[in-house]
């Protein structure tokens, strides 16, 4: 599938801002995880990209070390607490993911898209995710730091309703849509909402 003419453009301009001008925010956030645990300070993931190409998603981690314990198990919980102090600051605002400005550097994503999926061993919500309806739509497009179901949905819809609203972008993709999600994505990050469980944005915003 074809993307908007300006979309690669102005991923590659906007993660070579983003990281010139969050150096300074990069130190800080490592020192911060390492001081509160001596763990590492990224976490990496084995993802689906584009046409179900594997890369690999780098984030600050954001919680305990999984070197220090059990490995952990793919559950998603409301106030987890395996996640750390530092990495509730993190999640809340976004920061965890400022690595994937790597990500969308390399081209293996975008600012806006789909999210990529971990379909590493373990992970209950996104077994067989090809069979999924939507998904042969959905894989056509780079996947990205942040998207429609992001920023209006549920942060615990089911991978099926997330589907909808990721096809939904896919179908009406154009450069100012991707303008208006990241805006609207960089409003949530100012309000620290992105921890929380309803919707982030009203429908209509």
């Not at 074809?2 to 801002?17: A, G, N, T, V, Y």
């Not at 090809?130 to 730091?145: A, D, M, N």
């Not at 960089?186 to 992105?194: C, D, P, R, S």
């Amino acid at each position: 599938m074809k993307e908007p003419f300006l979309k690669r453009p102005f991923d590659i301009f906007l993660s070579l801002l983003g990281l010139i001008i969050s150096l300074p925010l990069w130190i800080i956030i490592a020192l911060a995880i390492y001081l509160e645990d001596r763990g590492p300070i990224f976490f990496k993931t084995k993802v689906c990209g584009r046409y179900d190409k594997d890369f690999w998603q780098i984030k600050f981690r954001s919680m305990i070390d999984p070197g220090k314990g059990k490995k952990h198990e793919m559950i998603f919980l409301e106030n987890d607490p395996r996640v750390t102090k530092v990495g509730r600051i993190l999640r809340a605002t976004a920061m965890d993911e400022l690595p994937q400005l790597i990500n969308i550097l390399k081209g293996d994503m975008s600012f806006v898209g789909p999210r990529p999926i971990d379909r590493s061993e373990g992970n209950p919500r996104y077994k067989d995710v090809s069979e999924i309806p939507g998904y042969e739509i959905r894989r056509q497009v780079r996947p990205g730091l942040t998207g429609i179901a992001q920023v209006y949905a549920d942060k615990y819809i089911s991978p099926k309703n997330k589907f909808r609203y990721d096809n939904l972008y896919v179908k009406n993709m154009s450069f100012w849509l991707d303008v208006k999600i990241f805006l609207l994505s960089l409003w949530v990050t100012l309000k620290m909402g992105w921890e929380r469980s309803g919707r982030k944005v009203k429908k209509g915003s």
